[in-house]
């Protein structure tokens, strides 16, 4: 079992990762603190952020963007990123197993886990 050291700070940064659907990057959710009239430093943010992520509470996701984002949602799942906007969704279809078997004999590696990141364009993007 995972020891944990939540602060007030941790929780309050957990609890607007855990509300927010669209993957917020540090800033957003810095953002979304100080909107719920929070008063953290932007060093408090990273560095919880960073906590949680070690702790597996949450999930970094670097989408070759500048900043990373986090999401809260652990199971496993994929995302799609739009290349007009930069909205990131949820995937929920699984990476097919020949896939994964086709990428092992290709490298030789044991596969532990995977994250495809599709791109395109959203529905919005494109109206």
């Not at 999401?71 to 994929?78: L, P, Y």
């Not at 909205?87 to 532990?112: C, F, N, Q």
Request: aromatic share 6%; proline share 2%.
């Amino acid at each position: 079992m995972k020891t944990l050291n939540l602060t007030s700070q941790r929780k309050a940064v957990y609890d607007i990762v855990c509300q927010s659907h669209d993957h917020p990057t540090a800033a957003e959710v810095m953002n979304r603190l100080v909107e719920q009239g929070h008063t953290l430093a932007y060093g408090t943010v990273y560095n919880s952020l960073r906590y949680l992520s070690d702790k597996q509470m949450i999930r970094e996701l670097k989408l070759g963007e500048a900043a990373s984002r986090y999401d809260a949602r652990m199971d496993d799942h994929q995302h799609i990123m739009c290349e007009s906007c930069g909205r990131v969704d949820e995937v929920l279809t699984h990476v097919p197993e020949d896939w994964m078997s086709s990428v092992a004999k290709e490298t030789g590696y044991t596969i532990s886990h995977t994250h495809v990141v599709f791109g395109g364009i959203c529905q919005t993007c494109k109206k």
